[in-house]
């Protein structure tokens, strides 16, 4: 069994206060901007990240450097598990770099990579609340029929499935963003089953038919219903950014806060080329102090 897929706990007495901020992105410069803001302690608090901290921002490298921090601690999400399952030779032709940022490291960087994300980073994240609750976190998602209990134990165990799940899950998130799209009239009837057919989340959602546009609310209200982790106060994850407008949203005691930051400045994609962001943009880094649920 890998070292990398256990779950780690954390005690909120521990700490003054415990915050947790979505997928960074090589945006590490925006973190230092928003921990500034919000007063953050890098004495007696501590940051849990939802992964994903490389790829697309220019300040990607720093992530060995905060992963080394007391103060600082994260999941894996899918673009630093790759790290995590390289060979010890990095790079080949069997597994060749898939973002631009991956492109400019040498091999001594690939091979720092591997060893720090492999130490640091964990499955999952457990945080013991004073009142005897939890929350958990994880980068993408958990299973709509699965406990956090029994998701955690089959993370630790290596089960792929579960693995998977843990680093891609979108189906939840979005039945999420389509219930905020149709909130603020943002979608037609035509692009609503565009959104189901291109997302297949009809697979999970059965009830998405082709003629659901005129009973969607009955149908996210059942979901609502369904999808609560019933042993977790919150199931916070990043990965899905639900919200063009910065948002962070929820249904049942799911959370979903990774809200754009990369899309917040110009960032590089899998070409190299740099992107552009929208103008007047709402994508944003968010921060939660856990003190909110």
């Known amino acids: 069994m890998k070292e990398y897929y256990q779950i780690k706990q954390i005690n909120e007495s521990d700490y003054n206060n415990i915050y947790v901020v979505g997928d960074i992105h090589g ?24 992964g994903d901290l490389v790829d697309r921002g220019k300040t990607s490298i720093e992530a060995i450097d905060y992963l080394q921090e007391k ?3 994260s999941v894996f999400g899918n673009h630093d598990y790759k790290f995590m399952n390289l060979p010890n030779k990095g790079y080949s032709d069997l597994f060749p770099p898939e973002e631009y940022f991956d492109k400019q490291l040498k091999p001594k960087d690939v091979r720092l990579f591997k060893e720090i994300f492999s130490k640091y980073l964990a499955a999952a994240i457990q945080i013991n609340l004073n009142n005897g609750e939890k929350l958990g976190i994880v980068h993408a998602g958990i299973g709509i029929h699965d406990s956090w209990e029994l998701f955690t134990k089959k993370l630790s165990l290596g089960d792929y499935y579960t693995i998977e799940r843990a680093i ?17 009239n943002d979608i037609t009837e035509k692009q609503f089953y565009d959104f189901i057919e291109r997302n297949r989340i009809n697979k999970n959602f059965p009830e998405l038919n082709d003629r659901s546009y005129v009973f969607f609310e009955e149908i996210f209200d059942f979901y609502e219903n369904k999808v609560g982790v019933a042993d977790l106060k919150a199931l916070i994850t990043g990965h899905n950014i639900v919200s063009t407008q910065g948002k962070i949203l929820s249904i049942a005691n799911r959370y979903f806060i990774d809200t754009g930051a990369f899309l917040k400045e110009p960032f590089y994609n899998k070409k190299g080329e740099v992107v552009k962001p929208l103008k007047d943009n ?12």
């Open 27 to 50: 945006m590490f410069h925006i973190l230092e901007k928003k921990l500034k803001k919000i007063g953050f302690n890098k004495d007696t608090d501590l940051l849990v990240a939802t």
């Open 71 to 73: 103060w600082f601690t």
């Open 168 to 184: 891609w899950d979108r189906p939840i998130a979005k039945l999420r963003m389509l219930k905020e799209r149709i909130d603020n």
């Open 282 to 293: 709402k994508y944003k880094l968010s921060i939660l102090n856990i003190k909110e649920f």
